[in-house]
């Protein structure tokens, strides 16, 4: 009887999982058509707009404040009355950071829900992968993150509202110069968003007499003791820090900590437009030098995104004065494009270029011909665990 | 000044994390012979729980690492219980139960991700200050001591459980023939939830250690298992004391290694030991 008294033990587990799983089902699709039900307020057909962003992996912790920025945008527009009538949709992609990810969702968004824009990627890689597929399709790629100077020029059907690195990467060398330093050593990500600070930082720097110690990691590196290690013995002028992510960054600092390593340092926009780092690692810090691309804290439209996004989610939007408002704005431009052109790819990118001063939370933003915002990065320095404009 | 004393430091402290990952996964290699992907979790899961626990809810240190233990043990028993244990039941062949396993990997580390956000956490704020200690040009941190102690505390406790303890001499009878335990009288299914509870915590402890050390991520698990998994096939598949060695021997490859060529190598010199390992002795240093 044994075995049998135990077979009816386990068919009674089985029958009470399969319980559970048809609750969980029958419950969530209550949800959800309740959910469904609520959202169908304005009854005309939405404007679908594709979305990429990083929502997995180590870009995560930006694709995922850009999403409730992208999300807190659409509602106000949709709230005032949508897109010349039509509500705005979006169909957000994961691309996590790389270009092959950013390849599938482009395609997917392309040929399954059709879209005309893409708003996205928010990592360079993401970029420069999706826009043959979105050229291939006249579709318009619009990114408010990436900035690779690989990106400048790239396709017709490309732009974007963030400036290219290639101003980053020449301000920080020349600092460097002006501050007399002639070895620096470097630490890159291997990404092409940190490939491009490093290209535009090399370039110029090596131009002004100046030599690099490089050493390069990949993005899932946890341990870099032995590559600080070897930085440390290289007995540089200053540390340049090149990170694609926060992550990274952090990781570095707390093992910088543990090596008792104190160089001065230098690091790009992700570790400058991060004010929880720079005032955590406080003491690293001070007269660090970074560039970066903010937004005025005057500018009222910039005040109210803060405001708005705090109200919403509870909580500060990350990375608020760099990327924040690009990602705003860029869906606000996403409006007045349709509205100007119609929902055309083709029409939409052409259109993109003929911005000029447009006012948004990210101050005027105006479009050149290849694509890339005009104006740049400004040098700031460290003091005090902020960030200050360097007079 | 010297790098030598720095990079041994540095490869002791990586290896001492890859062996206590390498010793929870040899112990559930050993007696329910598949590939957990599952286990790299329990770091996640472990690390989180602290998290959670001390700095969220503010309860004292000791109560959150005893509670962070329980719950990776907890959720690697569950693991086994609801999904490898039926599949086993079932017969089912190695790679059903390493992607049944890599399904638990990833399901867990999104949930964890919706919880806690995928944003970058340390744990060290817990302590007061991290001190740096000094010997012969090389630095290491209290933090890292106590890891590299934690091996040699959990080694003995281990090499005590398997070889002084009935449960232990249970584990090694399942080992060397499932089937046959089973004739003894060996309740196996239970010994089998407990080898997966005590892996579980095992994970969990190396993955609050991490956060400690240097800080967690949810999706931190498959990069820590991998290690793992190198370390255990260059120390002998299965072989608890053999994978210390292939830990230690990892590490000591990866941070020398760097010295002379580029920091980014360092994977592929990982996985180049990998490759030479399972070309010339695929049952490893040590096979069992």
């Given amino acids: 009887m044994e075995p049998e008294a135990q077979g009816s033990g386990t068919s009674l587990i089985k029958t009470v999982l399969w319980l559970v799983v048809l609750i969980l089902i029958v419950g969530g699709l209550i949800i959800y058509g309740k959910k469904g039900g609520e959202e169908k307020e304005a009854s005309k057909e939405p404007i679908k707009v594709g979305v990429m962003l ?12 850009a999403r409730n920025v992208y999300l807190l945008a659409t509602e106000e527009i949709n709230t005032a009355g949508g897109v010349s009538g039509q509500p705005l949709e979006l169909i957000i992609e994961d691309s996590k950071c790389n270009g092959k990810d950013a390849t599938s969702a482009a395609q997917k968004l392309i040929n399954i829900d059709k879209v005309q824009i893409i708003l996205g990627g928010f990592c360079s890689s993401e970029s420069i992968a999706a826009t043959p597929v979105a050229a291939a399709a006249k579709v318009a790629l619009f990114s408010p993150g990436s900035s690779s100077p690989d990106l400048t020029g790239i396709s017709p059907y490309f732009f974007r509202n963030y400036p290219s690195d290639a101003s980053q990467g020449k301000v920080l060398a020349e600092a460097a110069v002006a501050k007399g330093w002639k070895k620096v050593a470097f630490l890159q990500e291997q990404t092409d968003y940190a ?53 990274v960054a952090e990781r570095v600092f707390k093992q910088m900590q543990d090596l008792k390593w104190k160089p001065v340092l230098m690091f790009n926009d992700v570790v400058g437009g991060a004010p929880e780092t720079l005032a955590t690692y406080k003491d690293l810090m001070e007269g660090a030098l970074t560039a970066e691309f903010t937004a005025d804290p005057n500018n009222p439209k910039f005040t109210k995104l803060l405001a708005e996004y705090k109200t919403k989610y509870g909580v500060d939007l990350l990375y608020a004065s760099s990327y924040g408002p690009t990602e705003y704005d860029a869906v606000y431009l996403i409006k007045t494009g349709i509205e100007a052109v119609g929902n055309n790819g083709e029409k ?30 400004t040098l700031k320095i460290v003091k005090d665990g902020k960030a200050e404009v360097m007079k | 000044m010297d790098i030598v004393p720095q990079l041994i430091a540095n490869s002791l402290i990586a290896g001492s994390i890859y062996a206590i990952l390498t010793l929870g996964f040899n112990l559930t290699y050993s007696t329910a012979k598949f590939i957990d992907i599952g286990f790299g979790v329990e770091t996640a899961i472990g690390g989180y729980s602290v998290f959670y626990l001390c700095k969220t809810l503010g309860l004292p240190l000791y109560f959150g690492i005893f509670l962070g233990l329980f719950c990776s043990g907890l959720v690697s028993f569950l693991a086994y219980r609801f999904i490898y244990k039926p599949l086993r039941a079932r017969k089912a062949s190695g790679t059903v139960l390493l992607i049944a396993s890599l399904g638990v990997l990833t399901a867990l580390q999104a949930l964890v991700a919706i919880l806690f956000t995928s944003q970058f956490q340390t744990l060290s704020g817990l302590i007061q200050a991290n001190r740096v200690f000094e010997l012969l040009g090389g630095t290491f941190t209290a933090v890292q001591l106590s ?18 303890t009935l449960f232990g001499k249970a584990i090694t009878a399942i080992s060397d023939d499932e089937e046959v335990a089973k004739i003894v009288g060996i309740n196996t299914e239970r010994v089998m939830g407990e080898v997966f509870f005590i892996s579980g915590m095992i994970g969990g402890l190396a993955g609050i250690l991490i956060g400690f050390d240097t800080g967690i991520e949810p999706i931190m698990g498959l990069s820590w298992l991998l290690a793992a998994v190198v370390a255990a096939i260059v120390g002998g598949i299965g072989n608890l004391y053999g994978g210390l060695v292939g830990a230690y021997l990892l590490a000591f490859a990866e941070n020398f290694g760097i010295w002379k060529i580029s920091g980014e190598w360092k994977m592929a010199i990982a996985f180049g030991l990998l490759i030479i390992f399972l070309v010339w002795r695929p049952r490893g240093l040590f096979p069992r």
Avoid: M
């Avoid at chain 2, 890891?147 to 505390?153: M, Q, S």
């Fill in chain 1, 54 to 65: 990083p929502l997995t992996g180590d870009g995560a912790p930006y694709g995922e404040p």
């Fill in chain 1, 195 to 247: 490939l491009g600070v490093f290209k535009a930082f090399s370039a110029r720097f090596t131009e002004l007499g100046g030599t690099i110690i490089k050493e390069e990691v990949p993005s899932n590196t946890i341990d870099f003791r032995s590559v600080l290690s070897k930085l440390k013995t290289a007995n540089a002028d200053a540390f340049f820090l090149d990170p694609q992510t926060l992550p």
């Fill in chain 1, 348 to 377: 939409f990118a052409v259109w993109s270029r003929t911005v000029k001063d447009w006012e948004g939370a990210s101050g005027k933003t105006t479009i050149g011909a290849d694509g890339d915002r005009i104006g740049g990065h």
């Fill in chain 2, 147 to 164: 890891i590299f102690c934690t091996v040699l505390i959990l080694s003995v406790l281990l090499a005590f459980l398997l070889k002084g």
